[in-house]
Structure formats: C-alpha cells, structure tokens
C-alpha cells in the first residue's frame, strides 16, 4: 500500500550524497567547469564513501542497488554539480544498455577497464530515429554532442537494441553549452568497427527508461537548486521597502517553481520504485523524463530572473544552472522522443485509462 | 517506497466505479439537464444512505472518531477521485454531515457530538449538515466576514447574510462563521450551529450555477437569528487567541486535497471521454494530438501523486499545509487543462452543449475556487516558502 517514507537506507544514502555535494562539488563548481574535469581529490572523497559502483552487480564489486538509489543520489549530485556527477560516474547511463541487454559478460568485458582507468568515460547515445547507420559490423553518422570530451567507449541505444564502439570514431572537443564539468564533444563516426551489437526490442526499452530516469533524476537536483538557492536569495534582497519575495509577483513564482520541482519528483520516483519492483515502467519513465524537462523550461530561467542582474553574473551559480538545465533537457534524445513513446503507449490502450489499473497507481 | 494500493482498496474501488456508472453519474446529467440540484427526495439519496453511507465517523460517547488510523486519509483520497470521475456535484450533494464534520468531532464537546452529530449515527433518512464562511463581501479573505454574533443572555443573537453554501437550505444545522467584533479580525471570529427552522434563518435563494449542478448553492439572511449559548462550537472555554478562526481555517486545511481528488476524478473523466472520442473519430494518428493527450495524462498523474502526497503526510500526522495547497492548485489547474483540451478535440460538438465533456469542463472550473482560489492556494504556500506576511 502507498508509503512515500522512503526508509532508513535511502535517507541514510541521500544524506551521504547531500553531505558529498555540498562538501566536495559545490566549493569546486567553478574549477571543475573551467578545468572540464573534476580533480583527483573530489574522485578520491567519491571513492571513498562508495557510490561509485552504486548500481554495479555485487559480483562485480558494486552495491547492486536499484532505480530509487539512483534517483535519490542522482539528484542530491545534480544539486552539488551536474557536470561533476557525469564526470565521477564513468559508465553513467551506458551502464543500463550493457546490463540489460548484454548482461554481466559485456559490462566485464566493457565497462569493467573504464572502472580502472582514472577520467576514462562511455557516453550514451540514443540513436531513437535511427539516424545512424549500421551496414554488416560498422556504423557510420554523426552525433552533435555528448557530455564527454574524448569518450574511451561508446554505447549506442537504438529502438531494437544496442551496440559498443571501442575505437576508431572521431571526437570533436566542443566547448559546450552546459555540464562543462563533463565535457564536450561531438562524435564522428567514419565505418567504425562495431565491437559488440545485441537485438532486444524490450531489453532495449528498459535501458531507455532507466536511462531517462538517470538523466530526470540529476536535471531534478539542477533543478531543486535553481529553486532553492533563488528562494533563498528572494527573502534576503529588498526591493521597494520589502523582501523581493514578499511581491507577489515574485511569490507566486517561486511557489510554481516549487511546485514543479515537487511535482517532477514525485513523477521520477514513482517511475523508479515500478522499475525496482519490476513492473512496466517505460512509460512512467518517459512522462518522467518529459515533465522534469517541462518544469526545467520554467525553473531554469525563473531562477536567474529572481536574481536579476545578478542571475546573469559568473558569482552567483544561477546561470550555471540555467545553462545546465537546458543542456540536460537535451541529453538521450531529449524530451520529443519520449513524449512519442508516452502518448503512442497512451493511445495505444484500451479506453477508458484507467490510472488506477492493476493495482498501481 | 511504495507506490502500489491493496487488494482491499482495489475492490473497494471497483465497487465505486460500478455504483458511479449506474448511478452517480446518471444523477449528475440528469440534475445538469433539469438545470436544479437533486431533490431532497430523490431516490439517488434514498439508495446510498440504504448503501450504509452518510453517517457520521463518530460512534457514540467517548469514540476516537477524530483519530483515523493510519492511511485512511490516502484510500478516502483515492475514493473520492474515482466517484468525482462519474460525478463531482452529485458527491457533494449526497446526504452526510459533510465539511463541517472534520472540526465537530475536532472542537465540539461531548454534547454537541450527540446532539449534532448522533442524528447520522444511525440514518432514519437522508440528512445534510454544512459550514457557512463565504459573505458576498468576504470570500477569500476570511477574516473580514462581516456576521457578527452578539451575547444576549444564555443565547446567542446572529445577524448577517452568507453566500454560495452547499445544501444549505436542506441541512439539519448550518455550522456558520460569525465575528463578535468585525474590527477585531481573526481573533474575534467563532462557529455557531444554527438549527433548521431557527427563527431569524431565512431568505434561502439557490444560486443558478455554471456548473455541478446537481448539489445546492444557497445564499441565506440571519436576522436576529437567536441560538442557545450551547450552541458555541466547543463552548465559550476553547476559544483561546485567534483559536475561533483557525478553528474555521481546519476544514479547509483537511479539505484541499480532497478538492485536488476530485480534480483528479474530472481530469480523468475528461481524458478518456477526449481519448474515445479521438479514437472514433481516427484521429489518434496525429502526433500534435498525441502530444497533447500524453502532456494531460502526466499531469494528471502528477497531480494524483501530490494529492496522495499531502494525505500520505496527514496519514502520518505530519504537517502538510504546503503539499495540501500544491496539491489544491494543481489539481484544479490539470482539471481545467484536462477538459479544455476535451473540448477542443470535440470541435464544433462541443458547442452543441450537450456533451459529457462540455458539463465537465463547466464543472472543472469550481475546483479553483472553492475552498480557497489558486491564487490564495499560492499565498498559503507562500507564507511557508518564504514567509509572506498576512497583511
Ligand atoms: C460551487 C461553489 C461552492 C461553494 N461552497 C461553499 C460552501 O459550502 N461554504 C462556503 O463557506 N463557501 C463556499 N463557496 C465560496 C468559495 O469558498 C469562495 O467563492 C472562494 O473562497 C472565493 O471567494 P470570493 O468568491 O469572495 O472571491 P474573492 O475573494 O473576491 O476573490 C476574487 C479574485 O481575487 C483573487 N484574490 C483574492 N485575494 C487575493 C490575494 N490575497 N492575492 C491574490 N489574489 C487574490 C481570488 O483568487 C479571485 O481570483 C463556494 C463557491 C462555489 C463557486
């Protein structure tokens, strides 16, 4: 039955998370964008309190934790730095296609030297309208930007599978609109040898949705911060006689932008808990990924906007989040490809929608 | 984490779903066609008191009505939804002691339990109760209701006039607002019971509404309306500073989320009459459609989950004001979203007037007005985010 406590191991895990962000990422946020890395120490304080291998199987060494976990940390990290998170989890969301779809063997095989090699990266690339070609074991095409400069693997998601590219693909370092923290780049790919490919329509549908529910989860934290810190900002800056949040024009936004981010979260966690428990989840995850977005659109600029001039500035982190915001929001595919997959799932049923089918909400 | 329902909650809404096919909704278009609430008589109400409903949560002296136990408040959420999906008047028109229960069984003493609550302890017939605040110049600002109450002996002397009160000409007593000093706000305001038939109570007028109108909305004159001192909410010992108004204020911090599920309901309904009528007409295939019918259903969920949220944190005896409200808000905003877009994939046939979806969307827009606008919804959560000030 409904119980939104999400217990003693996930608190215990946000809060390691928050004390993470606020005590290693957030003073560096600066640095690490300049520096397009995070430095050794903050991976060494990462290490140390062990969420580096957070959804890794145990027999590989990880803590095997699910969807939740990763909601819940994901977005205490996104809070800290978006761009550093990315930066810290070498597999990131190309973890989901090889466990889904490859299973242990591909991520000993993949995924498991990146782990080893200090700043090694996979990126994701969500190739939904198959923009990519693949002709007998090679693939050609181009991807504008992933969160990565110079990426060691990468993992392609396609409608009805996915794929490894060890080597031989070109990468552009770009300067990058946001989540320089990360990295940028662009990715060519010239009849690149494809060093693994498996087909599983379903398979790759759960990878698609853990992996949007990764990318929700850390827009949620960019997203929490903007509305936090601007609400924050709001009740000390005077204006006319009175604290700027005391205008109601001013109240009631920051009350939307609490809303939304509220409303996001609960959409990404209930999303997560059907993965976890092994229900259908996809959809859930795609309207996830797809409202987090929409309340980024709102978010991301109100907060600059609370701060006026200020919000534009370098000193304040405001226009880092909006930045960030936008940039996230365009990740995987973006928010279009998972509105089509929610409303053609939507449509696709039997009317009337009965929300409450099934026995989950 | 949890986000599932049991089994026992899955086939209580089952049932609900049944009874609001056969009979919810068939009252509401029938009320919504006559144009005039449901008769007292009508045997809609007849058929859901025989059905067990109606009573009161109150069970005799000494009973711990006031204290549901745990998750009550989230399955009375998630029924509530289901039956304001077939019809959200014909909910609040059903017999019950209704909005002003909550506070009753909060602040009355033992007596007035027995006395007001007793009667729907066992129903001999279908019998309504109601709480008046709204004045015609005072509605959302609550604190300047202008009825004043006047010691006169052991009685109390009501004069005033209260507007836009759910069934209020049929109830067995009115719960109403009144002030014992317009100048001193708040803290001056107190709850009195007024009895049908009390002399001085009078000039009942039924609104004629846009919508939900198969329940009463009733505007009423006290004139020299006199009631027993007993007839204090709590008696004269409970009122301490400003305990009179936040007193009044309970029912409505109780009642958001409920407002926010029946939201939900109509958002629902709207939907899936929208998606059938898309489907009949072939038009599902067309993606700008697709997108629009996808961004309601996320909505709707989105804001199904914050209702829940607020009632999960009521379950829990945690505060919930600023999730109550956001849960208010939203739902009332997703509903008229929700039916908005029904309409316009009706077209033209959703001027003909004469679609569920165009009854919808009239009856979609009070949920952003009763029990504190959108707009007032915001200055609550306002308060807490980043304490705007009451004046
Ligand atoms: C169908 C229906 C049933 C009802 N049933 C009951 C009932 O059973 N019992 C009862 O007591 N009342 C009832 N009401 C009354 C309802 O609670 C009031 O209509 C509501 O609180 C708004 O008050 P008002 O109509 O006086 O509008 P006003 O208070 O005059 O508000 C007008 C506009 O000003 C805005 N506004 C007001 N103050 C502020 C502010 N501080 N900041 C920003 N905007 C503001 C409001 O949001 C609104 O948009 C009912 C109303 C309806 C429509």
Redesign the pocket.
Known sequence: MIDLDPGDDLELLRQTARSFALEELVPRLRDAEADRAVSASVRAAFAQIGLAGLELPESLGGAELGPLARAFVNEELGAGDAGAALALDPLGPALYPLLELGGEPALVEYGLPLLEEEGARAVLVCDDDASLEVVGDRLSGWVPWVPADRPDLVVVLTRDGALVLREGFESEVLRGAGLRAAGASALRFDAVPVAAQWRDTAAAARARGRARLYAASLLLGVLRHGAEFSRDYAQQRVAFGRPIAHH?GLAFLITDMHMAVEGARLLIHEAAWRAESAHPFEDAAASAWVETVSASVLVGPACVQILGGHGFMQDYPMEKAMREARALGLWLGGADAAREDAGRALCAGPPPVALSAGGIL | MDFSIDAKLRDRLEVERAWGRERVRPAGLEADRQGSPLAQDHPYFQDFVARGEGRTRWHGPGSKGEVPPPGVVVRALLVSEELAYWDRGVIVASPGPG?PEPNVLALGTEEQKERFLGPFVALDRPRWA?????EPS????AAAICTTARKDGDHWILNGA?C???NASRADWILVQATLDPSKGRDAQRSFFVEKGTPGLGGFKIEK?MG?KAYE?TSFSLVDCRVPASNLLGGEARYERRAGFKTAMRTFNAGRPVIAANAVGIGRAALDEALAFARNADRLGDPRIRDRIEALARRLRMARLCCLRAGWLADHGKPNIVEASMSKALGATVAEEATSLGMELLGAVGARGDHLIEKLYRDAK?MD????????QR?IMARQLVKLPRS
Do not use: P
Request: proline share 0%; charged share 15%; hydrophobic share 45%.
């Open positions: 109601q | 909005l109601c709480f008046a605040m709204t005072a509605g959302s600002d209260k836009f009160i759910g509404k939900l909305s009070a007005i009763v029990e504190g606008t959108g707009q007032i200055v």
